[in-house]
């Protein structure tokens, strides 16, 4: 189960961190941001291997967004700085088993949280 919180409604350029708490085994999984904002495709956004591997980021974010875990809490966070209207979305927390890429399938979902940029 993956439960996502911290989205929210911020100005441009402002700040937010996105939570993700998954139940279960924790480590060796790829835990994933993804987005989708309404009448455009869903893009990847960054990805984790859990318990202390390799992350990923999109080159649309990168430098503005960092993931990270904690793996005491089984929490992989999405910090996003320097937000712009463009990254006004659902942002949904994702989980596959094996290899860690952004343009893999994820079959586990989280309900997924709304980031608004005014």
């Known amino acids: 189960q993956l439960v996502e919180s911290g989205g929210g409604s911020v100005q441009a350029e402002g700040s937010l961190r996105l939570s993700c708490a998954a139940s279960?085994?924790?480590?060796?999984?790829?835990m994933a941001w993804f987005r989708q904002a309404p009448g455009k495709e869903r893009e990847g956004v960054a990805a984790?291997?859990?318990?202390?591997?390799?992350?990923y980021c999109a080159g649309s974010v990168g430098g503005r967004f960092t993931i990270s875990q904690d793996n005491a809490k089984n929490t992989v966070y999405l910090q996003m700085n320097s937000l712009k209207p463009e990254d006004a979305a659902i942002y949904y927390c994702?989980?596959?088993?094996?290899?860690?890429?952004?343009?893999?399938?994820?079959?586990?979902w989280g309900q997924g949280t709304q980031v608004t940029v005014s």
């Open positions: 279960g085994y924790f480590s060796k999984r790829c």
């Open positions: 994702t989980l596959r088993y094996g290899d860690c890429d952004l343009h893999y399938e994820y079959p586990y």
């Open positions: 984790i291997v859990t318990g202390g591997g390799n992350t």
